[in-house]
C-alpha cells in the first residue's frame, strides 16, 4: 500500500512529509515527485523489543509520496504520480489563515478538483459505452453502465464517491478505474503552536464525513532534537504525546483497514 500527500502550496504537506518519512522532499526540487516511508509507532513493539532485545528489528513500514506540483501543468503532475495510491492525506493549512471559512475555502478547493477530475473519467466512459454495440459491450462493462450514472450524480452534487455507500461488489466493479474520490481520506490540518484548537473547530464547522485531526508540524520537526525528559515536561501542559508522531500515527493508521498494525521482530540468539 502507498498514501499519497496533498495541498495547496504552503499547507505544510511537504514538512509532514519530511516528519514522517525523514526525506528531505523540500531540497527536492528538481524531482516531480518525493517517496519515502514511514515507521508505525507502537508501544508494544517497542516493550518487546525492550524485553527480548532482539539482534535485528523490523518496524512495520507505510510508504508515502509527496509531489511537487508546481509549474504550467501542477494537476498532471498529481495525476502521474499518486493515481495509484491507496489513501490520501488532504493536508490543510491551518496556521496562517486567520479564522476557519479561509481553512474551508482552501480544502474545498483541491477536493472540488479531485472530484472533477473524476467526473470527467465518468463522462468519458458513460459517452464511450453509449457508442458501442449491446455485443460488444463486456458484463464488467454492462454493471459499470448501470452503477456510473448514479456515481455521476454524487459528483455533480459535489460529493465524493466515498460517500456513495458502495458495496464490496461495486467498488469490485470499479476496480479498472483510478477514481480519486474513492480512495480514503485523511484530513490533517496543520495547526499553529498557540491555536491548536483550530483542528477541532475545523471539523465541527465542515462537517465532513471524512476523519480529521490537527497536528502542529512546527512542534513536531522539533521534538526529535530534544532530550526525553525536556520533550516530556513541553508536551504535558500542552496535551500533546510524549513522542515523536505518536498523536498523528494513532489515528492515521487506524484509519487504514488495509495498513499493518503489527511489526515483525527478529529474535537471532546473541553469540555466547
Not at 527480548?52 to 504550467?72: I, M
Not at 478505474?177 to 498557540?194: G, Q, R
Request: with cysteine; proline share 8%.
Amino acid at each position: 500500500m502507498e498514501m499519497g500527500i496533498l495541498g495547496l502550496p504552503q499547507s505544510g504537506k511537504s514538512t509532514l512529509f519530511e516528519i514522517m518519512t525523514g526525506v528531505k522532499s523540500s531540497q527536492s526540487h528538481n524531482e516531480a515527485v518525493v517517496r519515502g516511508q514511514a515507521s508505525v509507532p507502537d508501544e508494544r513493539f517497542d516493550k518487546l523489543v525492550e524485553i527480548y532485545k532482539p539482534v535485528k528489528v523490523a518496524p512495520a513500514k507505510v510508504p508515502f509520496s509527496d509531489v511537487h506540483a508546481v509549474g504550467e501543468h501542477p494537476w498532471e503532475a498529481i495525476r502521474q504520480n499518486l493515481s495509484g495510491t491507496d489513501g490520501i492525506l488532504h493536508v490543510i493549512d491551518g496556521f496562517s489563515l486567520p479564522d476557519i471559512s479561509l481553512a474551508l475555502d482552501a480544502y474545498r478547493k483541491l477536493e472540488d478538483e479531485l472530484v472533477l477530475a473524476d467526473l470527467l473519467v465518468i463522462e468519458k466512459k458513460l459517452e464511450r459505452l453509449t457508442k458501442m454495440s449491446k455485443k460488444a459491450i463486456s458484463p464488467q462493462e454492462t454493471a459499470q453502465n448501470d452503477l456510473l450514472p448514479k456515481l455521476k450524480n454524487y459528483l455533480e452534487a459535489g460529493k465524493p464517491l466515498r460517500a456513495a455507500g458502495l458495496t464490496t461488489a461495486e467498488v469490485f466493479t470499479l476496480r479498472s478505474f483510478s477514481f480519486w474520490t474513492i480512495k480514503p481520506e485523511l484530513i490533517v490540518v496543520n495547526v499553529a503552536e498557540d491555536n491548536l484548537s483550530f483542528a477541532e473547530a475545523f471539523a465541527v464547522e465542515a462537517n465532513l464525513p471524512e476523519p480529521v485531526m490537527g497536528i502542529c508540524c512546527k512542534i513536531e520537526a522539533e521534538l526529535p532534537g530534544w532530550m526525553p525528559p525536556i520533550r516530556k515536561n513541553f508536551c504535558r501542559p500542552w496535551g500533546l504525546p510524549n513522542r515523536h508522531l505518536a498523536g498523528l500515527s494513532a489515528p492515521l493508521f487506524r484509519f487504514w483497514d488495509a495498513c499493518p498494525f503489527s511489526r515483525s521482530v527478529k529474535t537471532k540468539s546473541r553469540p555466547g
